[in-house]
């Protein structure tokens, strides 16, 4: 498409980019904020001077952070439980998928099986009765209450097995000709051709743990299990001093709790942060081909 | 012909044994909180256990809707969804229009990173930003309308605000994420479409009028239909984290309101019959959008 730029045209196209320049930048302004605060002194920040670049340059209140206990020991719970939940996570969804993608003539059970997934989206217990089937099981205020609940990511098998339906039958076809068996296909054939879907969804799945503090709250009875989230939960938001020993509040108010609370809440952004711009072109191929269909 | 069906059966034999794992943890950890909606029909003591408790029909039911606050609660989850429904789709179809008329790669790909990125931070991080941008005696944002000469306005705190301040970051966070399905769509309209237009004499207002919008029109009808689902979910992570006794007048939702009542007061009877009301009418809408997309927009899920 070739056009002759009008004068309205080129003005038009000026203001797009600079609006969308800005927009960008607003969305990301409250974070650098936030940064530059967690950098600077304490003194700079509970007067006021700090915008986006910090002001006293300083790591102490990193260095408080990474030395509280707390926060160390529920870094540790949520590594643990990205660690398991996530290929726990991966494993399912692509063990649901792949059955499901078959058309209900070879695998006439699918349907049932399919809206028996699907109906946990559309109906739920609620939180009491969870909260009640995850004490029954036995798995509370272990990492298994973060973890089991939350197993099957239906909406990741869905994105999953609208991939799995849009791959070539014939190569299916001629796995099944060459003699391989269902385990065979999705090993060999299925997986390695969905490498991209693959990325997005374990994406999801990463930052679903991550991000995930609910659970925490409510199925650990102790605080020392808390995962990372949860912990942030208590200091960033809540302010729970009841959480901390006397001799704790005294260390926290030494250090001034504005910039104690920013170095938290960056560092508990900070893998996403690093890990997002590396995998954020293969999500947007990811979703699109699960999620619209023509 | 036996041969043959045993063959077939054992043929899908591991399909099932793939799904197996799977749906034994649905099983437990979905369908087992559904057995135990029974107790929204029970003076329910934990002690006692389900069949110990005491069966008293409709009374928790009955209970909830008398409750002096329960139909405020209600009013502010329908609002505030329906507010967030509204902006969540109008702002995305704009920010796809706009990115769309890009022709620099570089940039296009730039904006879209920066504008997905807070979909990915939870709302504890991102609350424990706005609470820490908002607040009336430090803050970033009163400092700035200092300037101009407007008196700190408490955000978080004030009734007239709390509503806005939900939505306002709500599209903050989620805008960029919607943006992606949009600009999928635009990219499959029919490039031929637009060089009929052009011989036609419009201009790139008038494409965009009479062909980029129609082409996304199945898009936003589906979507706008899909998100009626969510007419009783107001979003608990967000207002969990963001609210405080001063706002309950306006920002209270039946979420947080079912964590208030069952975890925090031991009401679990009670808090389970909101929880099936809400369960209940969210079926009810979900289905009547499901219907409506394959109605109007041809789509299934799966």
């Known amino acids: 498409m070739v056009e002759p730029y009008s004068l309205s045209r080129k003005l038009f196209v000026g203001c797009n980019y600079t609006v969308l320049a800005l927009i960008s930048i607003f969305c990301i302004l409250p974070l650098l904020h936030v940064f530059a605060v967690s950098l600077s002194s304490s003194q700079a920040a509970a007067a006021g001077y700090v915008k986006l670049w910090p002001v006293d340059f300083t790591m102490k209140n990193y260095e408080f952070v990474a030395g509280k206990s707390e926060f160390t020991r529920s870094l540790l719970v949520t590594l643990k439980r990205v660690g398991i939940g996530v290929p726990l996570n991966m494993l399912l969804t692509v063990l649901i998928a792949y059955p499901l993608s078959k058309d209900s003539l070879h695998f006439r059970p699918r349907t049932a099986y399919a809206w028996v997934f699907v109906v946990t989206i559309l109906f739920s217990g609620g939180l009491i009765p969870l909260y009640m089937a995850v004490k029954y099981t036995m798995i509370m205020d272990t990492i298994w209450a973060l973890i089991l609940p939350s197993a099957v990511p239906v909406f990741n098998v869905i994105l999953m097995l609208n991939f799995f339906r849009n791959l070539p039958k014939e190569l299916e076809e001629a796995a099944f000709i060459d003699g391989a068996g269902h385990w065979t296909t999705l090993w060999k054939i299925y997986i390695p051709l969905s490498m991209a879907s693959l990325a997005t969804v374990t994406l999801f799945a990463t930052v679903g743990h991550w991000n995930s503090w609910f659970d925490g709250m409510i199925f650990m009875n102790s605080p020392t299990h808390y995962p990372l989230q949860s912990y942030l939960q208590t200091v960033v938001i809540n302010q729970d001093f009841s959480l901390f020993t006397s001799g704790r509040i005294k260390d926290f108010s030494n250090i001034n709790d504005q910039t104690a609370k920013s170095a938290q809440i960056f560092l508990g952004a900070l893998p996403i942060l690093l890990v997002y711009p590396f995998l954020q072109r293969f999500f947007i191929k990811g979703v699109v081909l699960g999620s619209v269909k023509e | ?302």
């Open chain 2, 1 to 302: 012909m036996e041969r043959r069906l045993s063959y077939k059966k054992y043929r899908n034999l591991p399909l099932h044994l793939m799904i197996l794992p799977g749906l034994l943890l649905v099983l437990i950890y979905c369908y087992g909180p559904m057995f135990g909606l029974v107790i929204s029909f029970q003076k329910f003591i934990p002690a006692r256990g389900i069949g110990g408790s005491e069966w008293i029909g409709w009374e928790n039911f009955r209970y909830v809707f008398e409750l002096p606050g329960f139909t405020k609660v209600l009013w502010n989850t329908i609002f505030i969804s329906f507010m967030k429904l509204f902006a969540n789709l109008l702002v995305p179809i704009v920010m796809a229009l706009l990115l769309n008329e890009v022709r620099k790669e570089a940039f296009k790909r730039g904006v879209q990173t920066l504008i997905y990125l807070p979909h990915f931070l939870s709302w504890i991080i991102l609350g424990g930003v706005l609470i820490d941008i908002l607040s009336p005696s430090q803050g970033i944002v009163n400092e700035i309308l200092a300037w101009v000469g407007i008196k700190p306005i408490y955000f978080l705190g004030s009734n007239a605000w709390f509503r806005y301040v939900l939505v306002g970051s709500d599209v903050w966070k989620e805008f960029g994420f919607n943006t992606i399905v949009y600009l999928a769509a635009l990219t499959g309209i029919n490039p031929s479409l637009y060089e009929a237009s052009i011989v036609d004499g419009a201009n790139r207002w008038k494409q965009t009028m009479h062909v980029t919008l129609p082409g996304i029109v199945p898009i936003i009808v589906l979507l706008s239909v899909l998100s009626l689902g969510n007419v009783l979910n107001a979003g608990f992570d967000q207002v969990f984290n963001l609210y405080s006794a001063q706002v309950y007048e306006t920002g209270d939702i039946l979420d947080t309101f079912v964590y208030r009542i069952g975890l925090l007061e031991a009401q679990y009877g009670v808090a389970t019959a909101i929880g099936f009301f809400q369960s209940v009418v969210t079926l009810a809408f979900i289905s009547l959008s499901y219907y409506l997309a394959y109605r109007f927009a041809n789509y299934r899920i799966f």
